[in-house]
């Protein structure tokens, strides 16, 4: 039985590529191919990592009422009532 094969050929004139490749040649040679797979491993991982949290926020924030949540406060900067109450009695 033939056992699968793929071939990488980096574009070193993509940016992503050169720092693939820089990474690889920074590897011994006899680890390159545990590399490669341990890096498509966690880059797998990563993606159902991410779907599962944002899937885990969006029904929290479908439970939530945002609207409601946050109170809304005067501005920092707005008049008192005081004073608009002295303007109002000139």
Aim: aromatic residues 6%.
């Amino acid at each position: 039985m033939k056992r699968p094969q793929y071939v990488f050929r980096p574009n070193l004139n993509e940016p992503q590529h050169r720092r693939v490749w820089a990474l690889l040649q920074q590897m011994p040679p006899a680890k390159r191919k545990e590399f490669l797979v341990q890096s498509i491993l966690a880059a797998e991982q990563a993606d159902r990592l991410e779907k599962s949290i944002r899937k885990v926020v969006r029904e929290e924030l479908q439970a939530v009422n945002i609207t409601n949540a946050v109170p809304s406060s005067p501005p920092d900067d707005a008049i008192p009532t005081a004073a608009i109450s002295f303007l109002d009695s000139l």
